[in-house]
């Protein structure tokens, strides 16, 4: 009952990924200004003036939607999302507009803007206001942002994304400013990603700790590393074929079951639940299933290694 009940709460504080990203996020922004206001006055009272700053978005949140539509309707997700969880996700995707958070809720904010000031503006002529020294910082969104923010927020997945800031050699210490808020966005960016699949996570290296006991075990037992690659070579391909990482296995319900008795297949079928925000009771099999598995390596393990032992 209380784990249904934190479940049910850390649901509702991952779906709402904007009040998440600016919890998580403006105590970093407001400690990087408060931390520059009084370096200041400690060292002599002098003030900072406000930095006026340039963003500059390379990409397209309309593209990279259709990108992520494309993506939903492609053969790496066929068979694995009804209807209502592809609305479900696109829904979820009207409010996952993070580019607009930054501009509004965290350079936008009251705190914020009373040292800085920003303009969105088009990368050259933001480079050459920078090199004339109007502007103190110029911050660069990469392409595909709403693309890598969804595919890592909503789905298993982790790209890459950096924010970069270029800074000018006259205004250091603004430029710094500036680079401690944007970080201060990011690492709320990375830690609503972290927080969405830490438990399943946990069970699933768990799981692969196994893995790795058997491995190590049967390595000893046969005095070289041949069970290593044996196994890389035929049985994590054979994993990856059951599992459905190479194509889609719901439509082989043979397959299927087989693949969610393997660690790579029961960690895909809990991280998709997790995406379409299932409660604990729907993960609980797939926890099970991870759990059974480690079991199983642990104990084998435990026994090639004691009989390598008395060889």
């Given at each position: 009952m209380l784990l249904t009940m934190i479940w049910k709460d850390l649901l509702v504080i991952l779906k709402d990924r904007k009040s998440l990203i600016i919890t998580l996020c403006m105590p970093a922004v407001l400690t990087t200004i408060l931390g520059f206001a009084f370096s200041g006055m400690m060292s002599g009272g002098f003030s900072i003036d406000r930095a006026n700053i340039a963003v500059v978005s390379l990409g397209s949140r309309e593209q990279d939607i259709e990108r992520i539509k494309e993506f939903l309707d492609g053969p790496n997700m066929e068979g694995r999302l009804s209807v209502g969880q592809r609305?479900?996700?696109?829904?979820?995707?009207?409010?996952?507009?993070?580019?607009?958070?930054?501009?509004?809720?965290?350079?936008?904010?009251?705190?914020?803007?009373?040292f800085i000031q920003y303009e969105r503006m088009e990368l050259d002529r933001a480079r050459s206001m920078l090199e004339t020294g109007e502007l103190a910082a110029v911050v660069?969104?990469?392409?595909?942002?709403t693309y890598d923010t969804f595919m890592n927020l909503a789905?298993?997945?982790?790209?890459?994304?950096?924010?970069?800031?270029?800074?000018?050699?006259?205004?250091?210490?603004?430029?710094?400013?500036?680079?401690?808020?944007?970080?201060?966005?990011?690492?709320?960016?990375?830690a609503g990603i972290i927080?969405?699949?830490?438990?399943?996570?946990v069970f699933l290296?768990?799981?692969?700790?196994?893995?790795?006991?058997?491995?190590?075990?049967?390595?000893?037992?046969?005095?070289?590393?041949?069970?290593?690659?044996?196994?890389?070579?035929?049985?994590?391909?054979?994993?990856?074929?059951?599992?459905?990482?190479?194509?889609?296995?719901?439509?082989?319900?043979?397959?299927?079951?087989?693949?969610g008795l393997t660690?790579?297949?029961?960690?895909?079928?809990?991280?998709?639940?997790l995406m379409m925000g299932y409660g604990p009771e729907e993960?609980?099999?797939?926890?099970?299933?991870?759990?059974?598995?480690?079991?199983?390596?642990?104990?084998?393990?435990?026994?090639?290694?004691?009989?390598?032992?008395?060889?």
């Open positions: 609305e479900d996700l696109l829904e979820l995707l009207g409010d996952m507009d993070f580019e607009n958070i930054l501009y509004e809720d965290v350079l936008g904010s009251p705190e914020v803007g009373e660069v969104i990469p392409e595909g942002f789905l298993p997945f982790r790209n890459p994304i950096t924010i970069e800031v270029i800074k000018h050699p006259d205004h250091s210490i603004k430029g710094e400013m500036v680079s401690g808020i944007v970080k201060g966005f990011t690492d709320a960016l990375s927080a969405k699949n830490v438990l399943l996570s290296a768990v799981a692969v700790g196994g893995l790795s006991v058997l491995l190590s075990a049967i390595n000893l037992r046969l005095k070289n590393s041949k069970a290593s690659t044996i196994f890389q070579a035929v049985v994590i391909q054979i994993f990856a074929l059951l599992g459905g990482s190479f194509f889609p296995v719901a439509g082989i319900p043979v397959m299927q079951r087989l693949g660690i790579n297949g029961a960690a895909m079928q809990g991280f998709l639940k993960l609980i099999g797939t926890l099970i299933t991870l759990t059974g598995i480690a079991l199983v390596l642990f104990a084998i393990g435990a026994f090639v290694a004691a009989e390598a032992r008395e060889v």
